[in-house]
């Protein structure tokens, strides 16, 4: 938690997540991940937890993902890989591919829904990869969603989210605010 609030990744207001949810708390990975010390320790977590797991490959989504696969794969000695949205899915290119049977660690920065890491593991199981676990730097989902392999997160945390037709702040007119990357 202390590195979250060092890094200022802790906001408050009325926020529109990457799921169409909105919260008052909205948790600013990039905050954290423009902190090369702070990605290291926190990734470090993760890479202790699965050490002994005979990880062969790591992988995560655009774009937060990229640095963690990178951070966790570096660690661990293995290589890592990023999947991109191609429509509904995230697809593996430049590249990257994973063989079957490979021994997978999916990683994510904030795990909300679990729609990014659901795609992910579709995607590793299509290639026919062996997916070992989940590491997550943040884990804010309000009910805990079962992956069928182990979830490890550095930091859990309950945060309000709501539908938006059932949102407080809406109903407050307190502005919402779309944060990161994605604008559109």
Known sequence: MQIFKDAGAVLEGHFLLASGLHSPVYWEKFRVLQYPNYTEKLCKLIARHFRSNDIQVVAGPTTGGI???????RQ?????????????????????????GERVLIVDDVLTTGGSITEIMKTVRKLEGNIIGIGVLLDRSEQ???????????LSVTT??????????????IPLVKPGGSQT
């Open 67 to 73: 640095i963690l696969a990178f951070e966790v794969a």
């Open 76 to 100: 661990l000695g293995v290589k890592g890989i990023f999947a991109e949205k191609e429509g509904e899915e995230r697809v593996f290119r430049r590249g990257f591919t994973i063989k079957p």
């Open 144 to 154: 805990k969603k079962d992956f069928d392999v182990p979830l490890f997160s550095c």
């Open 160 to 173: 309000t989210i709501y539908k938006p037709a059932e949102c407080p702040l809406c109903a407050a007119g």
